[in-house]
């Protein structure tokens, strides 16, 4: 037989009524709260008693010995004390009662104020998320999102703060009710029912405990797994999974021009001071939900005059090549759907392009998308089936060229 | 606030700052002391009990005297006294008031 009973504390600071409730009745069957704690309580087991609880509301948090030492003299033993809540217990079920209406009131006060001061926060912050979520969408695309950051965390996210909101918006509630009730009539309820409302606690408090950890968790994993896939330049040069279209394949003079340079590829200035170069070259695999395959290369390199006060562009050369092989080609089609307004390389006012008008002939594809944009940027978006390949390229060669050699590629 | 509070003492406070009066007591007697003294009638929680005796305490109508373990004893300042008899005197008035007016 069990010697001690832990399951989760049901009744937040607000609910002291139902508390006591719940530790008399537990100590009817046996079961002394032995620890209280903010998730988790813990019971010892022991002969049924008619012993009970109360859990007095204090002005203060902190408990003096002196306080103590009065209830022990009018036979209230003290448990604990949690915050500004004290809990007493008496072996006597007739013990004369005993309640303190000034105590009763600060404590009804001081949660209401706190609660209502968290209120122009939690509007604000609110508000930010609206519309920080609502620009992500509406600019991004769900599906892109969720293949950089992952499905779990959105949604954890999500529901976690649907579960903080309406943890919160019970508790002003609560305390809002509380304290017109004490300022109506002010006696304490005993022995209330409190199966109801430890389940509806409980169902909240699990669903916060489930999405906050599902948030770390998840968080981690995209980290994790960001970095994983994050191969930085050594490695990335040798490089030589089924990539279908890569930088060394498009433009063989850029490619040597990496691996030649490749010491001293990540920033540097030349010997006589006039040069000043900077580049970036990696490979990104980030397979999820959405992708079983989910590549992307990038290569930037410019050189600026460094004689001059404001670095004056000499050379600028940016080759940013995805690679998708979607889990099935519902989503591959949508996933292009968002991409122009996701792709990293695009101005502003290059989003409103639409596939429609970049699309142009190409054989034995679903779809193919070529842009030119002002000066020397250009992309092409092409799709067979599942797969599908993104290429933005700033620099002088044409890429509305190169589209059927790359199409054949899938 | 507070201030004004004590100008006029509850009954409970009027008899916890009689029983200092009468003698240094510490929290813990108070209680029984006045049960006895008014044969039940006045009863004080525990609670109610330690608010007023900190609210005493910080309007200086008590000061602490000794301590021994949990136990603190408490003694009435001057200035519990003057309100201890000013509210003898207020009740006096009060109960003269009411005689006058079943005479009348």
């Not at chain 1, 330049?233 to 063989?252: C, G, H, K, T, V």
Request: with cysteine; hydrophobic share 35%.
């Amino acid at each position: 037989m069990k010697d001690r009973l832990i399951t989760l504390s049901p009744f937040s600071y607000l609910d002291y009524e139902y508390l006591e409730s719940w530790l008399t009745d537990m100590a009817s069957q046996g079961w002394f709260i032995e620890h209280y704690g903010f998730f988790r309580s813990v019971f010892k087991r022991g002969e049924p008693s008619n012993r009970i609880y109360r859990v007095v509301p204090r002005a203060t948090s902190s408990i003096k010995d002196e306080e103590i030492a009065i209830f022990e003299a009018s036979g209230w033993k003290f448990f604990d004390s949690i915050r500004s809540l004290a809990i007493y217990y008496n072996e006597d079920p007739n013990a004369e009662e005993f309640f303190d209406p000034e105590a009763f009131k600060k404590y009804s006060r001081n949660y209401l104020v706190l609660l209502l001061i968290w209120i122009p926060f939690c509007v604000y912050w609110i508000y930010k998320f609206a519309v920080y979520a609502g620009s992500f969408l509406t600019g991004f695309g769900t599906l892109n999102i969720i293949n950089d950051n992952g499905i779990i965390f959105y949604l954890s996210l999500s529901v976690g703060i649907i579960f903080a909101l309406v943890a919160y918006i019970r508790a002003i509630y609560l305390a809002t009710s509380q304290y017109l009730r004490i300022k109506r009539e002010i006696k304490v309820r005993h022995n209330k029912q409190y199966r109801k409302r430890a389940l509806f606690n409980n169902i909240v408090n699990t669903g916060l405990i489930i999405t906050v950890v599902a948030c770390i968790l998840s968080s981690i994993f995209v980290t994790f797994n960001d970095e994983r896939g994050h191969i930085q330049l050594d490695e990335a040069l040798n490089y030589s999974e089924s990539q279908p279209y890569l930088l060394r394949e498009f433009s063989p003079e850029e490619w040597n021009y990496i691996d030649v340079e490749s010491p001293s590829f990540d920033s540097s200035q030349g010997s006589d001071g006039r040069y000043y170069s900077n580049g970036e070259y990696y490979i990104r695999k980030n397979p999820n939900i959405l992708f079983s395959k989910s590549v992307t290369e990038r290569y930037e390199y410019s050189v600026e005059d460094a004689t001059v006060d404001e670095y004056k562009s000499l050379y600028y050369v940016q080759y940013n090549s995805s690679y998708y092989e979607a889990r099935s080609e519902w989503i591959a089609e949508k996933f292009i759907e968002e991409l122009p307004g996701y792709l990293p390389i695009r101005d502003a006012e290059y989003k409103n392009v639409s596939l429609d008008e970049m699309q142009v002939p190409c054989d034995n594809v679903d779809y193919a998308g070529y842009n030119k944009g002002e000066g020397d940027y250009q992309e092409i978006i092409i799709r067979k089936g599942k797969q599908i390949i993104y290429i933005g390229y700033n620099g002088k060669k044409d890429l509305k060229a190169e589209i059927n050699k790359i199409a054949a590629t899938l | 606030m507070a201030k004004k509070a004590l100008d006029t003492l509850t009954e409970t406070m009027f008899y916890v700052l009689m029983s200092f009066y009468r003698e240094d007591m510490c929290g813990t007697e108070i209680s029984d002391y006045v049960k006895r003294l008014t044969k039940g009638r006045v009863s004080m929680g525990p609670g109610t009990l330690y608010t007023i005796l900190g609210s005493f305490q910080s309007e200086g109508l008590i000061e602490k005297k000794d301590a021994e373990g949990r136990k603190i004893t408490y003694r009435i300042t001057d200035k519990g006294v003057k309100i201890y008899k000013s509210e003898i005197a207020r009740l006096q008035q009060c109960i003269a008031d009411a005689e006058m007016t079943e005479v009348v």
